[in-house]
């Protein structure tokens, strides 16, 4: 709000600003014959720059830093409108990058972000502002709404600043990231993606910094994540209607693909106990096959954690139906020949086998053999897990970068660097899961044995791994956890995997720091994060849709 030049605020309305909490708080700011004289002029009152202007409407008064990039709107230039008079708006046009403002109300004409006025008084000659706050609880909607309105493009920069906005003014940062989640769920046609997943991580990583800088820069990127997996993307919303729990129905309803029945059984659950009811079920379904390239699993405990994170904040249902969408769409890799070896080991699993195995068992094997060895050694489950995890460590510390950077190969030979983190950090959710439900260590270790099958054909064993080696595993994984959130990358989807991997493997760490596996795991985490990686190859794009359209 603003007031003519030769009018002060009304008693009704300084009432009218009491009654919304506002506290107004005038403060002398200049003779109005000097600014008259002056034009425009810059003040400082309440530790707050504010620029004055005197317009045909009347005396303005705005915040003199754009909220663009900071620079001063006192620079600006003033437009008024032609033929205007008192009440008329006039634009102020910030010359760095152009950006419009009204300045009547600080919305933007042109640009991002709005600027802030503040009421205006003249009292005995003299130019009064009011340089009170708005309550929190303006400040921080206001935030949230242009959050909103920034969804509209991929702004990180201003993502950052009305992230900012939010925690400046007193709010919390989970709220924002819960907002984005309810404003996007139903964008995701396959639902949950690493976007979603990778957000407990950044989560965690920022309540483990005491750095304000770091911990914004951990909410940007879940929250500028999620937007850019939604971008411009159409709505399809999940159907509608609840059904009474019933766990063996909805794994059945998630077999047979049947997104309407699985979502009405999950909100039945959620209603009743929350995703404590649900847990055990969204556990069965994802490890009902060797799926997704084990992203379905991966998904459920992050979305578990996800929830713990977020608190009372947390969309439950936003969160729960975009994963029980991911289940329903999720590949069967168990339904192609090279994995078709699992559901019989599956079955063959006794719990019972007596095989005393080791890392080089599973290190260079078929996924056949894999899964053999691991049947045979079905009655010690964490020498088996050991024995897997740390083969899987090895495989990524030898990936082959042939594979992973070369143009002309087979589309199965496409395997790079995030094929294998994927065993470990499925390793790390399946032992979370199995943890609490002790019958799915049968899936869980078969599955990771499925991983190592497959990419024990695409490492170099010759490979001088020990350039990776870690001497002190504590001091390398808090300065991992530290600097993830400067990785110089991109993508999202990089820096996720980037999040996900540290925290996978400090938990791993943390939950057997004395392990066998501990050197290699740690030796892996330094190469994925350390070895510059390659990552759109259109040349292989081009050469590989080349050959899969020749026949046609
Ligand atoms: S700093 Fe004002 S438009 Fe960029």
Not at 103 to 132: H, K, N
Not at 307 to 321: F, I
Not at 396 to 409: G, N
Not at 504 to 514: F, H, I, L, Q, T
């Amino acid at each position: 709000m603003s007031v003519a030049i030769t009018e002060a605020p009304s008693q009704d309305q300084l009432d009218r600003l009491r009654d919304q909490g506002d506290r107004p708080e005038w403060v002398g700011a200049l003779p109005l014959a000097e600014l008259e004289a002056k034009g425009r002029a810059v003040v400082k009152r309440a530790g707050k720059q504010v620029a004055l202007f005197v317009t045909r409407a009347g005396v303005r008064a705005i915040a003199n830093r754009c909220p663009h990039e900071g620079y001063p709107l006192s620079e600006g230039t003033l437009a008024e409108p032609s033929g205007a008079g008192t009440g008329d708006a006039c634009t102020l046009t910030c010359n760095w990058h152009n950006w419009k403002f009204d300045l009547e109300t600080g919305s933007v004409v042109g640009g991002g972000d709005a600027v802030r006025v503040f009421p205006v008084e003249i009292r005995d000659g003299m130019i009064r502002i009011d340089v009170a706050d708005p309550p929190p609880h303006e400040r921080i909607a206001r935030a949230l709404a242009a959050l909103r309105e920034g969804f509209q493009r991929p702004e990180r920069d201003r993502m950052a600043r009305d992230l900012a906005r939010i925690e400046a003014a007193g709010g919390d940062l989970k709220v924002a990231v819960a907002a984005a989640v309810e404003w996007t769920s139903e964008h995701l046609e396959y639902g949950t993606s690493h976007a979603y997943a990778a957000m407990p991580d950044w989560l965690a990583l920022a309540d483990g910094t005491t750095d304000p800088v770091d911990r914004l820069a951990c909410v940007v990127e879940t929250v500028g994540h999620i937007n850019d997996d939604t971008l411009r993307q159409p709505a399809w919303p999940y159907p509608p209607g609840t059904r009474a729990w019933d766990e063996d129905g909805f794994v059945a309803a998630v077999e047979a693909e049947d997104e309407h029945a699985a979502v009405q059984l999950v909100r039945g659950g959620l209603r009743r106990g929350g995703f404590a009811t649900v847990g055990r079920g969204l556990c069965r379904a994802a490890l009902m096959h060797y799926q997704d390239f084990g992203h379905s699993a991966i998904y459920v405990e992050k979305t578990r954690e996800a929830v713990e994170r977020l608190g009372e904040h947390a969309p439950v249902e936003a969160l729960v139906l975009a994963l029980v969408r991911s289940l329903v769409t999720a590949r069967r890799e168990d339904l192609i020949p090279e994995f078709k070896a699992y559901r019989p080991a599956r079955d063959a699993w006794t719990g019972r086998g007596a095989a005393k195995t080791k890392p080089a068992d599973f290190c260079r094997a078929s996924v056949a053999k894999c899964l053999e060895r691991a049947v045979a050694a079905s009655g010690s489950i964490d020498r088996l897990y050991d024995a897997l995890l740390e083969a899987a460590s090895w495989q990524l510390v030898r990936a082959d970068p042939l594979y992973a950077t070369r143009a002309r190969q087979t589309i199965s030979q496409n395997v790079g660097r995030l094929d294998f983190s994927h065993a470990i950090t499925f390793a790390n959710a399946g032992r979370r899961m199995a943890g609490r439900y002790g019958e799915l260590w049968p899936d869980v270790l078969l599955q990771l044995a499925c991983f190592l099958g497959r990419n024990g054909g695409f490492v170099d064993p010759g490979y001088d791994g020990q350039q990776w080696r870690v001497d002190d595993v504590d001091g390398f994984l808090v300065d991992a956890a530290a600097n993830v959130m400067d990785h110089g990358q991109a993508e999202y989807i990089v820096t996720a995997h980037f999040a996900k991997m540290v925290c996978a493997v400090r938990e791993e760490v943390a939950a057997a720091p004395n392990a066998a596996w501990v050197p290699a795991l740690v030796a892996a985490l330094n190469r994925f994060l350390n070895e510059p990686f390659r990552r759109i190859l259109t040349r292989r794009i081009a050469h590989q849709a080349r050959e899969t359209i020749k026949g046609e």
